[in-house]
Nanobody, 124 residues
Framework: QVQLVESGGGLVQAGDSLRLSCAVY????????MGWFRQAPGKEREFVAA???????IYSADLKGRFTISRDNAKNTADLQMNSLKPEDTAVYYC??????????????????WGPGTQVTVSS
């Protein structure tokens, strides 16, 4: 059984940084492509960033430059570094794992495993 667990969320002020981490249990991490998504109240879940098994990086055009995704296959973790946070970044952030390397990595339907989410709140 594969389990994903996010950590690192919290309440910050506009302009601050946060680093989210996703730990993967029960599956060889290196076989997964990993993604981060977010969902604000009343909105659909949206793509944030992804990193493939070959370490190819994909970003939402709106967030590229502020957010950075990375992975550490030795630690079985995928991180999301978020800088210059804005109130509109407030959302529940989810990590996801794709077992088959499907494209595009930007769509929720192409991920097999999901974490429960971690809340990020940015105050103005």
């Amino acid at each position: 059984q594969v389990q994903l667990v996010e950590s690192g969320g919290g309440l910050v002020q506009a302009g601050d940084s946060l680093r989210l981490s996703c730990a993967v249990y029960g599956r060889t991490f290196s076989t997964l492509s990993m993604g981060w998504f977010r969902q604000a109240p009343g909105k659909e879940r949206e793509f944030v960033a992804a990193i493939t098994r070959s370490h190819r990086l994909i970003y939402s055009a709106d967030l590229k430059g502020r957010f950075t995704i990375s992975r550490d296959n030795a630690k079985n973790t995928a991180d999301l570094q978020m800088n210059s946070l804005k109130p509109e970044d407030t959302a529940v952030y989810y990590c996801a794992g794709d077992l088959y390397g499907r494209m595009p990595n930007t769509e929720t339907r192409n991920y097999d495993y999901w974490g429960p989410g971690t809340q990020v709140t940015v105050s103005s």
